[in-house]
T-cell receptor
Framework: AQSVAQPEDQVNVAEGNPLTVKCTYS??????LFWYVQYPNRGLQFLLK??????LVKGSYGFEAEFNKSQTSFHLKKPSALVSDSALYFC???????????FGAGTRLFVKA | EPEVTQTPSHQVTQMGQEVILRCVPI?????FYWYRQILGQKVEFLVS????????KSEIFDDQFSVERPDGSNFTLKIRSTKLEDSAMYFC?????????????FGQGTRLTVV
């Protein structure tokens, strides 16, 4: 069965510093990995996805994610954090042969000014 | 930019009452989904819907739940007799295709409170 794990409940970073939100995955077959963001009282917004090809995937709002097959990781990154990036971030995997998206537990990012 | 819209944004209902949560998926999408997020917990898959029938459902999606696409634009989730534990944020989503490499786009959610 497909699954993703987000080992950190919370990440704190100062504005202007680089940020990393970690995700590891467990899949059978090819991994199809996604990052979503949830702002307070808002829905889930798609940020980026890895399907195949380049290990560095670029997405919305300056975010990127690095796929590492040997470490089974798909960490979300941004070179310079903004206060407005403070939100709840979910790593996810789409199930092969099924229809559902399986979400990690989420990591809350706090960016301090 | 096209988006999934959900109504209402917040619904309060008494235990045992029926509720219908409404969604308008993105217009050219063919696959539709409901997820829920109990406060402080994971986002959980409930059901997927394609070609006017359920394609997959989770163990959460029991006989109290049903989905329908009553016309060409709306997609609804009905809970027949609500329980306190049904209190959650319910997200509707849609995707252009059903394959694993296709992202789903989510609505803003309906917060359901059962009292």
């Amino acid at each position: 069965a497909q699954s993703v794990a987000q080992p950190e409940d919370q990440v704190n970073v100062a504005e202007g510093n680089p940020l990393t939100v970690k995700c590891t995955y467990s899949v059978s077959g090819n991994p199809y990995l996604f990052w979503y963001v949830q702002y307070p009282n808002r829905g889930l917004q798609f940020l980026l996805k890895y399907i195949t090809g380049d290990n560095l995937v670029k997405g919305s709002y300056g975010f990127e994610a690095e796929f590492n097959k040997s470490q089974t990781s798909f960490h979300l990154k941004k070179p310079s954090a903004l206060v407005s990036d403070s939100a709840l971030y979910f790593c996810a995997v789409r199930e092969t042969g099924g229809f559902k998206t399986i979400f990690g537990a989420g990591t809350r990012l706090f960016v301090k000014a | 930019e096209p988006e999934v819209t959900q109504t209402p944004s917040h619904q309060v209902t008494q235990m045992g009452q029926e509720v219908i949560l409404r969604c308008v998926p993105i217009s050219n999408h063919l696959y539709f989904y409901w997820y829920r997020q109990i406060l402080g917990q994971k986002v959980e898959f409930l059901v997927s819907f394609y070609n006017n029938e359920i394609s997959e459902k989770s163990e959460i999606f029991d006989d109290q739940f049903s989905v329908e696409r009553p016309d060409g634009s709306n997609f609804t989730l009905k809970i027949r007799s609500t329980k306190l534990e049904d209190s959650a944020m319910y997200f509707c989503a849609s995707s252009e295709r059903g394959g694993p490499n296709t992202e789903a786009f989510f609505g803003q959610g309906t917060r359901l409170t059962v009292v």
